[in-house]
């Protein structure tokens, strides 16, 4: 899952994303509206969470430009203000949930979940492809009931593949969807994580590749 965190308090932007991050999503950070208007239109985020009360752009124009934009990404809106009237003018404006600061954590975790399911066309609980199961709530995989051990990346790679259902998916949109925007675009990350991750899957093998395309997720031979 691909976030970004729009927030100018930079103690608070920096500890959700380094949460976020630990709960193996891929996390970018902009401290004020400027910066975080240009962001949700140059990359497809998931989910953006954003504050409302931002120097520069308003979170307000930000939340209203996503929504009249007709993207999939999500907003979670974070507000000093926790009134009634405060949160249904944030969802009047586009936002598709609210919380008020503070908040506990583990809430946040679930409310950023919640919506990436939403941003993206529906997907079954448990995905599956022959003797391999992901479950993306409990983070778990396993290959013929047995669990496999998985980085975070290696977790995210694989999910993206079994969530393409057969179809290629592309160094660039694995890169796009599993790391985030500090990562260097000519970097060889993506083909080593496959390597390795093909490597923990075992035989039969599971992963293709299709020169010159990507990558695709098959019935096993």
């Given amino acids: 899952m691909r976030v970004l965190v729009v927030e100018d308090e930079r103690n608070l932007a920096d500890a959700i994303a380094r949460g976020l991050r630990k709960r193996g999503m891929a996390v970018d950070v902009a401290y004020d509206g400027d910066a975080g208007h240009e962001a949700a239109f140059v990359t497809r985020y998931d989910v953006v969470i954003l504050d409302r009360d931002l120097p520069g752009v308003h979170g307000d124009r930000i939340c209203a430009d996503l929504a009249a934009s007709g993207a999939l990404t999500r907003v979670l809106m974070l507000t000093a203000s926790g009134t009634v009237a405060d949160r249904v003018e ?79 998916v592309s160094s660039e949109e694995l890169l796009e969807r599993v790391w985030d925007a500090n990562t260097d675009p000519f970097t060889t990350i993506v083909r080593v994580t496959v390597m390795t991750l093909r490597k923990k899957l075992g035989d039969p093998p599971l992963i293709d590749t299709v020169v010159g395309a990507g990558y695709r997720v098959g019935e096993p031979a």
Wanted: charged content about 25%.
């Fill in 90 to 168: 944030g969802l009047q404006l586009g936002a598709d949930d609210y919380l008020a600061k503070p908040f506990a954590f583990d809430e946040l975790v679930a409310r950023v979940q919640a919506l990436g399911r939403r941003a993206t066309p529906a997907a079954p609980p448990v995905l599956a492809v022959g003797d391999l199961e992901l479950d993306p709530a409990r983070r778990v995989v396993t290959r013929a009931g047995v669990p496999l051990d998985l980085t975070n990346k290696e977790f995210g790679v694989l999910a993206e593949l079994l969530k393409a259902r057969g179809a290629v």
